[in-house]
């Protein structure tokens, strides 16, 4: 292994190649997830937290007589593998075996090797982010600031003992804050492989502009309203679907609303929702951590559900061909999409809302939990910029409010679909689009 | 900790004084965990995890920098070092006020939590053969799909040194698991988990906490429960009489006191992330947080609580604080640089989740004063009004006033007797408003630290383990319902 934390595919390959050649085990699967990230974070206008972090950590399965152990070690050095691999072996060997385990997945091709790092972002330097910062923060116009301005590049390399090789290097650039401005509060995120694709100026200007917009906040009286909902309130909707709804364990353990509704029509027919890590609007690795290649996986085609995310494991039980959706394995959560994209519209935000005789337009989505996963019921505030539109026009900024709906009869009752989708998401990057729907309940209201 | 490490610490502290920091803290830390999940008598995952690394953070012209490295040599950790100055000067580019910290003589000493019986020795088979023998008697039940059985456990080893000349070990070994039964039946999905929901109880000890939680012993009640649910009726909307077991007690401790008591919250320190306080600096000593019953502790030297340690990420010794007294705010949770805001020392809650990441304001073991009665006696004093147990779902705002918190399962309450059982029950409030309406809290019989181990918060995202005692409390005029 290089001396760099981040392996080139030679060097990657070499290290896991040798993990699995000394294995003692059946199988053995050795993953390398390295990163290397700079975060620099404000709070009133000024950097209050500051760090840099590099690591690297060696995920093994091994397999002996059919049962199955993990072991995760940030000792990657080869001089130890040897301890590790026979402490994995040990752990297997205590273990029953798991008679749905159907082996490693075995290689598609040769050795699959991705690069997306743009290095400028890969190695960029506290100084570089603690100048986007000082942009943006000159563009809220004295306004308070509070955000991150994160960079980082990531590795991640599979290696097994069918023959699976596959190696992905990405970087990732991004800005998240909120300008307050009395009791109002504005709020933008923009992520991209490239820091200098983040237009630190227009988004800090758009911050304050928003927060302004978001003065002198009035209540509105809980109850069922149309919405228009901005991408990053539609992302996380798509994040939790893709969680909990388009997972395929909880599909074959009845637990999401797709186990009895695959097949039928669950959204309204203008959305299209699908996973493809390949998307140039999105960030992702055309591998799962099996090392199985991608492709695009329909999940909503005209609002009828077509798919779920498998790995090879719950493949396996379902009887279906393998989607590559594998988490870190072993992992009892199961498999899911991490790149899901909505096509867009073709209208913008502003004719969103100029369509919208009455209704509620919703910046973001806070402190989102499910409360009943088989009907995708989900609970929330709003956050830093609500607002009334009445007469096709905002007219007033309104108290954070309650949420209690279900995703998917949300998704039923869209009436339009914006043009201007983004890669949005803190956690799970997903591509959306503006909304508008016809129905969406507020069950309650708090003091700002 | 192992001896690779040795003199590494030191190094750094070096390298980083050398560099022109004024103020130098190294911590290397190695985790070691294991995580047992089993589903209806099949093990699903058996990960063992190992992490190492050291953190330096530095002080430099009143900004902070920090860097970190996972590789025990001499160049790589001098280089974190530097790295770390370097990250600070960059600070200044958007600078504020410079930051100072408030006093603390340094620390030399070692602290360790009793084990009686080290997780590490006892054998894998016992573990699982627990977890296989309490999933499959909850999936014998009627309408039960899956019995799931959790057992995760934590051993971190610290070493912290200051410029300052603090030099402190701590060996922290955490212990828990839980079980859970998940009832489907025509689309109907219900879910009773004990001793409590996302994997259960946690504490500070060794697998004699695992013993303790009978988890095969509990299975059959659960899953009866679970199976009941999907028949049960969904919990009537109302104005009412809510009366919380000791699990939704904790929770509803975490969410709407601790981390509103958390001081950088409160100084806008997460404002674009997790979100803020409603409380106010100038709140503290006088702020009417709720009823005269309402006695809150934040108490780090709480033994076998979940968030119990012997010094904090800072160096400062674990101690116990009076956050809420008769109903009124006494103080919140500081870390060196945010109590010297106050005027104050640091009450030692700034904690890091590993070596990689920086020390934030994090709770300890934040919870009730137990008063008197037992949960028996709460509803047999109560004419009207709902049994909530076991957190199912919880939302809050980012200024932590108005929550919803969802539960396993009701029972309703009449003339002091449970009645039926209620599906998906809910309730909401506004957080001063309703510790307001606490108006009894049970007694020490019924008291125990919860652990929670997942707590979040920071950029980058942190995991913090806390504790919470409490025990059954009872609330009036609570809307509550069904979702």
Redesign the interface.
């Known amino acids: 292994m290089s001396h760099d934390i981040l392996p080139d595919p030679e060097s990657a390959f070499r290290l896991l190649e040798a993990v699995v050649g000394r294995s003692p085990a059946d199988e053995t699967e050795a993953v390398l997830v390295a990163r290397r990230a700079g975060l620099t974070r404000f709070a009133g206008s000024r950097i209050h937290q500051n760090v840099v972090e590099e690591d690297a950590h060696l995920l093994l399965r091994v397999v002996v007589d059919g049962r199955v152990a993990g072991l995760r070690t940030n000792r990657v050095e080869q001089a130890e593998t040897d301890e590790v691999l026979a402490h994995a072996v040990a752990i297997a060997r205590h273990t029953p075996a798991d008679p749905d385990f159907p082996g490693l997945p075995g290689p598609a091709g040769g050795p699959l090797v991705y690069e997306g790092s743009v290095p400028a972002t890969a190695e960029a330097t506290p100084q570089r982010r603690a100048e986007a910062v000082r942009r943006f923060v000159e563009a809220c116009g004295g306004a308070p600031a509070a955000g991150a301005v994160e960079t980082g590049v990531s590795a991640v390399a599979v290696a097994n003992s069918r023959g699976v090789r596959a190696y992905g290097r990405r970087s990732r650039a991004s800005l998240v804050a909120v300008v307050q401005e009395e009791e109002g509060s504005g709020y933008v995120q923009s992520v991209d492989a490239d820091l200098d694709r983040l237009d630190l100026t227009s988004l800090g200007a758009r911050a304050a502009a928003r927060a302004r917009a978001a003065r002198r906040p009035a209540d509105l009286e809980p109850g069922t309203y149309p919405v228009i909902l901005e991408p990053p309130a539609v992302g996380l909707m798509l994040a939790y679907l893709a969680m909990t709804t388009f997972n395929g364990k909880a599909v074959l353990e009845g637990r999401s609303a797709l186990a009895t509704r695959l097949g039928q029509q669950v959204m309204d027919p203008r959305v299209q929702i699908w996973d493809d890590a390949t998307d140039p609007r999105t960030i992702g690795l055309p591998f799962d951590f099996e090392g199985v290649p991608k492709r695009r996986l329909d999940l909503v085609r005209e609002g009828v559900a077509v798919g779920v995310a498998h790995d090879s494991r719950t493949a396996h039980r379902a009887g279906v061909p393998n989607t590559a959706h594998a988490l870190p394995q072993p992992n009892p959560f199961g498999p899911m999409p991490t790149n899901v994209l909505m096509a867009p519209g073709q209208r913008s935000l502003d004719e969103l809302i100029a369509a919208t005789e009455r209704g509620v337009l919703v910046t973001r989505l806070h402190y989102v939990r499910v409360v009943h996963p088989a009907r995708t019921v989900i609970t929330g505030m709003t956050r830093d910029g609500t607002f009334l539109v009445e007469g096709g026009r905002i007219v007033r900024a309104l108290r954070n409010l309650r949420f209690n709906v279900s995703m998917l009869e949300v998704f039923a009752a869209v009436e339009a679909v914006g043009a201007e989708g983004r890669l949005v998401g803190e956690e799970l990057a997903v591509f959306a689009p503006p909304v508008s729907a016809h129905r969406f309940t507020f069950t309650g209201r708090t003091l700002f | 900790m192992a001896d690779r490490w040795d003199g590494l610490a030191e190094r750094a502290l070096d390298a980083g004084v050398a560099a022109g920091a004024e103020y130098v803290d190294v911590r290397v830390v190695r985790s070691e965990t294991l995580s047992l999940?089993v589903?209806n008598g099949?093990?699903?995952?058996?990960?063992?995890?190992?992490?190492?690394?050291l953190g330096v953070r530095v002080l430099v012209d009143g900004?902070?920098?920090?860097?970190?490295?996972?590789r025990p040599e001499p160049e790589a950790v001098a280089r974190a070092a530097l790295?770390?100055v370097?990250?600070?000067?960059?600070?200044r580019?958007?600078?504020?006020?410079a930051?100072r910290l408030a006093p603390q003589e340094p620390v030399q000493a070692t602290w360790a939590n009793p084990v009686r019986r080290d997780p590490w020795r006892v054998?894998?088979?016992e573990m699982?053969a627990l977890l296989?023998t309490a999933t499959e008697a909850m999936r014998r039940v009627p309408g039960v799909?899956?019995g799931e059985g959790f057992l995760d456990f934590w051993r971190t080893t610290k070493r912290f040194r200051s410029s300052q000349g603090a030099a402190i070990g701590q060996t922290i070994t955490e212990s828990g698991g839980g079980i859970a039964a998940?009832a489907?039946r025509d689309?109907?999905?219900q879910r009773r988990s004990y001793p409590a929901s996302f994997r259960g109880d946690f504490g500070t000890g060794g697998y004699e906490l695992v013993e303790a939680l009978d988890l095969a012993g509990h299975a059959q009640q659960t899953a009866e429960e679970a199976a009941a649910l999907l028949a049960a009726p969904p919990c009537p909307a109302a104005v009412t009489t809510l009366i919380l077991d000791g699990d939704q007690t904790a929770l509803q401790i975490h969410e709407s006191i601790g981390h509103a008591i958390e001081f950088d919250r409160i100084?806008?320190?997460?404002?674009?992330?997790a979100?803020t306080s409603?409380i106010t600096p100038g709140d503290i000593g006088s702020l009417r947080y709720g009823s005269e019953v309402m006695h809150v502790v934040a108490d780090a030297t709480l033994p076998g609580a979940l968030g119990t340690f012997g010094f904090d990420d800072e160096g400062v010794p674990a101690q116990r604080v009076v956050i809420v007294e008769a109903g009124v705010l006494r103080s919140v949770l500081t870390s060196r640089e945010t109590a010297l805001l106050l005027g104050q020392r640091s009450n030692g809650t700034a904690r890091a989740s590993s070596w990689?990441?920086?020390p934030l304001v994090r709770m300890t073991n934040v919870g009730l004063q137990p008063g008197s009665g037992t949960l028996e006696d709460l509803i047999a004093d109560t004419d009207e009004g709902v049994l909530m147990c076991t957190n199912?779902?919880?939302?809050?705002?980012?200024?932590r006033?108005?929550f919803?918190f969802?539960c396993e399962i009701a029972w309703e309450i009449r003339r002091g007797r449970r009645g039926r059982i209620f599906k998906?029950p809910?309730y909401?409030g506004?957080t001063p408003q309703f510790w307001s309406s606490l108006d009894r809290v049970a007694g020490p019989a019924e008291f125990r630290a919860r652990g929670t181990p997942n707590c979040g918060k920071g950029?980058?995202a942190q995991v913090a383990h806390t504790g919470h005692p409490a025990g059954p409390t009872r609330f009036r005029r609570v809307q509550v319902g069904s979702?």
């Open positions: 999940s589903k099949r093990p699903e995952a058996v990960v063992a995890d190992d992490d190492e690394g900004s902070w920098g920090f860097a970190c490295t996972p790295q770390a370097e990250v600070a000067r960059a600070s580019l958007v600078g504020g006020p930051v054998p894998l088979e699982l296989a799909r899956l998940v489907v689309g109907e999905v100084l806008g320190m997460e404002a674009a992330y979100g409603f990689n990441r920086i199912k779902s919880w939302s809050i705002d980012d200024r006033l108005n919803q969802g998906q809910v909401s506004i950029q980058p979702r």
